[in-house]
């Protein structure tokens, strides 16, 4: 099984990357110009990467964790839509998964409504965004639903007309809060992904 997500993940990495390849003919690319993105323009964003269990609170005082190592894996698939070259609004659905001490895992899944704002420096691309939504937590047959919040931003690099490609890094905030107040608990997560988007 491992062997076989391995090769996935390798798949996933590199086909965007031979699919771009194959574009990189047209005469036209060597005048870029923020204008290529107007009103209608969408994106397709896979993302996939580590994430980091940071910081854990309950009351006011910090929780260990016991995530072991301290870092698990995440993806996520995305879309985009343009109102001009900066504004964006899109949505997200996303999963992540972190190993324990004991040998067990979290898995988490999430669902959101995502709204940006788009920086260009000739053929370089600076999105920050906030996603709100929902997320499921599985862990050793207990689960819980409810909302998290996500914010971050990314550096893309245009590389031909249809493709970018680039890194991404977010700040999760996963609240879980129970029918006793004390025992209510705020999680803190960082990701780093390697992203390709697809313009259409």
């Given at each position: 099984?491992?062997?076989?997500?391995?090769?996935?993940?390798?798949?996933?990495?590199?086909?965007?990357?031979?699919?771009?390849?194959?574009?990189?003919?047209?005469?036209?690319?060597?005048?870029?110009?923020?204008?290529?993105?107007?009103?209608?323009?969408?994106?397709?964003?896979?993302?996939?990467?580590?994430?980091?269990?940071?910081?854990?609170?309950?009351?006011?005082?910090?929780?260990?964790?016991?995530?072991?190592?301290?870092?698990?894996?995440t993806g996520s698939l995305?879309?985009?839509?343009?109102?001009?070259?900066?504004?964006?609004?899109?949505?997200?659905?996303?999963?992540?998964?972190?190993?324990?001490?004991?040998?067990?895992?979290?898995?988490?899944?999430?669902?959101?409504?995502?709204?940006?704002?788009?920086?260009?420096?000739?053929?370089?691309?600076?999105?920050?965004?906030?996603?709100?939504?929902?997320?499921?937590?599985?862990?050793?047959?207990?689960g819980y639903f409810g909302?998290?919040?996500?914010?971050?931003?990314?550096?893309?690099?245009?590389?031909?007309?249809?493709?970018?490609?680039?890194?991404?890094?977010?700040?999760?905030?996963?609240?879980?809060?129970?029918?006793?107040?004390?025992?209510?608990?705020?999680?803190?997560?960082?990701?780093?992904?390697?992203?390709?988007?697809?313009?259409?």
């Amino acid at each position: 099984m491992r062997k076989a997500g391995v090769i996935l993940l390798f798949l996933l990495t590199i086909l965007p990357f031979l699919l771009a390849a194959q574009e990189n003919d047209d005469p036209e690319w060597d005048y870029y110009y923020t204008d290529f993105y107007s009103r209608g323009d969408q994106t397709f964003i896979i993302s996939l990467g580590t994430v980091f269990p940071t910081l854990f609170m309950n009351n006011g005082h910090k929780i260990n964790h016991k995530f072991s190592p301290p870092v698990g894996g995440t993806g996520s698939l995305s879309y985009q839509y343009y109102f001009n070259p900066n504004v964006l609004i899109g949505g997200e659905v996303g999963g992540m998964f972190l190993p324990t001490l004991g040998n067990n895992t979290l898995f988490i899944i999430t669902v959101g409504v995502k709204g940006g704002y788009q920086f260009y420096y000739r053929k370089f691309e600076f999105p920050l965004s906030v996603t709100l939504g929902v997320s499921w937590h599985r862990y050793l047959g207990m689960g819980y639903f409810g909302p998290f919040l996500k914010g971050g931003g990314a550096a893309f690099y245009r590389f031909t007309n249809s493709w970018s490609f680039g890194l991404n890094a977010n700040w999760f905030w996963f609240p879980e809060w129970t029918r006793k107040k004390r025992e209510n608990v705020h999680g803190n997560m960082i990701d780093l992904t390697l992203c390709a988007r697809y313009h259409f």
